[in-house]
Every structure is written in C-alpha cells, then in structure tokens.
C-alpha cells in the first residue's frame, strides 16, 4: 500500500456524504470483529475445532486488514477529487472524527 498522509487524508476532511459512506465500510469492519468472537476455541473443543477456529480467526483478520485498506483508498480517492483543499489535521489515525472511534489526542 502506499503511504498517504493522514493529516490530509482523513475521515473529517471528508463531506458528510462522503463520511456516510465511510461510516457503512466501517460498519463492516466491526461485524467482521464480532465474527472473531465465534471462532475462539473455548477448552471443550477439540483439536480439530482449534485448528479450524485459528485458521478462521487468521482469515477474520486478513479481511479485516483489507476493508480498512479499502476505506482508506476510499478516502484518498476521494479528498483527492474535490476541488478544493482540506486543511491539514494533527492525526496519524485516518479515522479521527468519526463518531466511536479512537482519536487521536
């Protein structure tokens, strides 16, 4: 992925229509989160169980690494459209000013 610059790229730069739609593709991040809670082993499973949770649990993961990836193109694709320049922020966290989420300080 390339780097891109969060203080410009980020989810409070973005229109409100346009953090609307961010806001559903983040959605998706967390029902993929909830989905890890199905997949761990607790001690009555078997070893077959554990091995088919782990390998579940490593896919979970790479989905969730991949929507954000995908948010992010979204916003830079976006930012990068309007015409008009956004001001620069103090984050590192490309979804500072999203409701819920963590911010940075």
């Not at 959605?27 to 499973?45: C, L």
């Amino acid at each position: 992925m390339s780097y891109y610059n969060p203080k410009i790229y980020n989810y409070s730069n973005l229109h409100r229509d346009d953090q609307m739609t961010v806001d559903v593709m983040n959605w998706a991040i967390d029902a993929v989160e909830n989905m890890e809670i199905d997949y761990r082993p607790t001690e009555d499973s078997s070893i077959m169980e554990k091995m088919c949770d782990e390998i579940a649990l490593e896919v979970v993961a790479e989905v969730e690494e991949q929507l954000m990836h995908e948010i992010i193109e979204f916003i830079v694709m976006t930012i990068d459209s309007y015409d008009h320049d956004v001001d620069e922020i103090d984050t590192t966290d490309f979804l500072f000013g999203m409701e819920g989420h963590r911010n940075d300080e």
